[in-house]
């Protein structure tokens, strides 16, 4: 990803900025709403609110539309005349996806209000491999991939996809994390509460290239689609994932995987100051896996 097309800037002072690199907006609001200090800066792909009246104002104020419930309102403000590009004026006003980089300069009772001090849409360019496209033109799949992208889990892509998860219900978490193991040729560790991920291996390969991946699993405790209230007490699963020391984030579940999941996962994926891949592996993928590599009747065993 490269700088954004399409800059807006504001003119803050000096010497105001103390954030932490590299921490992106869900980190710093929730911190910030409880602390009273300004001037922390984040850096990530945001999804902003429309601002309809932004062709006759000089101030527009973008709502940030978060993917869950923070518990707090966010507000980006800026000068209309330090948008620099058309398109990006244009898509501030109906409301979409931006890079952003952006200090927090006051709250207001319970309103988080942030400058932008760069801001535009994200940009992919080649790292050098041969392509038959222009790779800008992927900008907002941001980074995902599919089970069938990754090299050891390639027979997936030969095997039929079940028309439901229904399997899976009978599949335990601690026998699936025993059968990606075999797949992958690693240990299984023993599970500890202080663990920011349920598996990881740095053996994995996407298209040839090799990369360490972090996965979170989820088994059939609650055999349900996976929101935001699965991941955990403090909902900061994918936020604990994010802190390894992984190319590729991974989130695998036994039933399908809803929207909010997915965005969130996106939007700790892709932060301009660190980015990953992401991919995300619902029940019918997860037995396809095991399907495809003759373990499903193993994984039913090893969960009596």
């Known amino acids: 990803m490269q700088e954004p097309e399409g800059e807006v800037g504001t003119d803050l002072p000096e010497g105001r900025s103390d954030g932490r690199r590299g921490e992106t907006a869900r980190q710093l609001i929730r911190r910030a709403k409880y602390a009273s200090r300004q001037g922390k800066v ?17 101030r527009a104020t973008s709502p ?3 993917d869950g419930d923070y518990g707090v309102r966010v507000e980006f403000e800026y000068s209309t005349k330090l948008i620099v590009a058309d ?36 940009w992919l360019e080649s790292d050098g491999r041969a392509l038959d496209f222009d790779p800008m033109f992927l900008n907002r799949d941001f980074f995902e991939n599919y089970i069938e992208d990754i090299d050891q889990f390639s027979k997936v892509s030969e095997t039929p996809e079940p028309p439901d998860p229904e399997p899976m219900k009978h599949v ?23 663990e920011t991920s349920d598996f990881y291996s740095a053996h994995l390969h996407i298209k040839g290239s090799r ?15 996976m929101g935001l209230n699965h991941l955990g007490k403090n909902n900061d699963q ?22 909010p999941v997915r965005a969130t996962l996106r939007a ?9 891949r992401y991919c995300l592996i619902d029940g019918r993928d997860s037995l396809r896996l095991l399907q495809a590599y003759g373990l499903y009747k193993q994984a039913l065993e090893m969960s009596q």
């Open 64 to 66: 940030w539309v978060p």
């Open 172 to 194: 335990a978490e601690a026998a699936f994390k025993s059968c990606l193991a075999k797949i992958l040729g690693d240990a299984v560790r023993t599970d500890w509460g202080g």
């Open 42 to 58: 984040f850096c990530s792909t945001e999804k902003l609110g429309p601002f309809p009246n932004l062709y006759d104002v000089e």
């Open 268 to 276: 700790f994926a892709v932060q301009p100051s660190n980015l990953r």
């Open 87 to 122: 398109t990006l004026r244009s898509y501030l006003r109906r409301g979409e996806r931006f890079s952003i980089i952006a200090e927090h300069v006051r709250t207001d009772r319970d309103i988080l209000v942030f400058a932008p001090v760069v801001m535009g849409f994200p």
């Open 238 to 259: 994918i936020y604990r994932l994010s802190q390894e020391p992984a190319g590729l984030l991974v989130v695998q579940h036994c039933h399908d995987i809803l929207p």
């Open 211 to 225: 990369t360490a991946a972090a996965f979170l699993l989820k088994g059939p405790a609650r055999f349900e689609p």
